[in-house]
């Protein structure tokens, strides 16, 4: 029996190191999409806070991994890229998102038609409009 990983297989987790990304379903990181870093609380060196998907099985992951871990699969050839969330950033082609401005959006629902006095229940939640050179824009709550 052999003592030495495999070299497309995780290994153990480890508190130094973080873990690698890895598909559990699919066994594989070819297919692996990262979606934000973010600075671990406390920071320690050489490690962040990663979420990816694969997007061959739509799995998730969030957990603790190497900055060269995530280097890795993002600096592939063809790696396909959508938005990435850095830090306070949101990234969209390469660069970072600017703020086209900013909305105030309603949400209600209507309450119970037994108490026909009442009108919808009424939340607002502020947002910022990000938009990308590209002509890409979003909208998260601000």
Known sequence: MSTVSHPRKPGPPSGSRGQRLWCTQCQTDEHLIVESIGTLRPPRTGLVEVTYTCVECDFFYAHTASVA?????????????GVLQFGG????????????????????????????????????????????SCGFQMEIPD
């Not at 890795?72 to 890229?81: F, I, K, L, T």
């Not at 082609?93 to 209507?110: N, Y």
């Open 69 to 81: 871990g995530v280097a890795e699969v993002m600096n592939r050839p063809g790696q396909r890229s």
């Open 89 to 132: 950033n949101y990234l969209h082609c390469g660069e970072p998102m600017t703020i086209a401005g900013s909305q105030q959006r309603s949400v209600h629902a209507t309450l119970s038609t037994e108490q026909p006095g009442e009108g919808p229940l009424e939340v607002y939640l502020r947002t910022k409009v990000l938009h990308c």
